[in-house]
T-cell receptor
Framework: DGGITQSPKYLFRKEGQNVTLSCEQN?????MYWYRQDPGQGLRLIYY???????QKGDIAEGYSVSREKKESFPLTVTSAQKNPTAFYLC?????????????FGSGTRLTVV | DAKTTQPNSMESNEEEPVHLPCNHS???????IHWYRQLPSQGPEYVIH???SNVNNRMASLAIAEDRKSSTLILHRATLRDAAVYYC??????????FGKGTLLTVNP
């Protein structure tokens, strides 16, 4: 079945460490996205990519980095510069343009700084 | 980005219809209206979307006002599995969907 796989489901990080969250899709979607969700809040866009080797900052990109070397993969690195990284991270993908298509979301990675 | 306004929470009884409202008075002519729902600790799930005409699918119906400044998601017979946070979102040609806090729907048995 086609879908999006995020791993790991739970991740613990020590302060000062960088961590990378994995996102893989087999839907042949061109666009991919990373969102952050804090308790009781909506989703906030971190980065998005419309095509391979291209990505744009979202609303809260500071302290995060991404790469898009393959169509299927869009990993997110949470760097030590991110001051409050504990959150629920969601990856999504969509066909070209969101006008007449929906997003497909992964099941998320819960990151905790210890 | 155009914004949407939804009630923070709503309550319904099982097997009764539910009407979830959304206001989007600054919607542009090319913005689609999307609805997603999210269960605790899961990613959002696509529910339905539309542009101008009312839409139906196996999950729900979407009623769009003639002036497109508001819309209503209709769950015809709520079940306990429909309890979730429902997001009304406007999607344009910029590849981005902006999620607000949504409406927390509680379904009583």
């Amino acid at each position: 079945d086609g879908g999006i796989t995020q791993s790991p489901k739970y991740l613990f990080r020590k302060e000062g460490q960088n961590v990378t969250l994995s996102c893989e899709q087999n839907l042949n979607h061109d666009a991919m996205y990373w969102y952050r969700q804090d308790p009781g809040q909506g989703l906030r866009l971190i980065y998005y990519s419309q095509i391979v080797n291209d990505f744009q900052k979202g609303d809260i990109a500071e302290g995060y980095s991404v790469s898009r070397e393959k169509k299927e993969s869009f990993p997110l690195t949470v760097t030590s510069a991110q001051k409050n990284p504990t959150a629920f991270y969601l990856c999504a993908s969509s066909p070209p343009g969101t006008e007449d298509y929906g997003y497909t979301f992964g099941s998320g990675t819960r990151l905790t700084v210890v | 980005d155009a914004k949407t306004t939804q009630p923070n929470s709503m309550e319904s009884n099982e097997e009764e219809p539910v009407h979830l409202p959304c206001n989007h008075s600054t919607i542009s002519g090319t913005d689609y209206i999307h609805w997603y729902r999210q269960l605790p600790s899961q990613g959002p799930e696509y529910v339905i979307h539309g542009l101008t005409s009312n839409v139906n699918n196996r999950m729900a119906s979407l009623a769009i006002a003639e002036d497109r400044k508001s819309s209503t998601l209709i769950l015809h017979r709520a079940t306990l599995r429909d309890a979730a946070v429902y997001y009304c979102i406007l999607g344009g040609s910029n590849y981005k969907l902006t999620f607000g806090k949504g409406t927390l729907l509680t379904v009583n048995p």
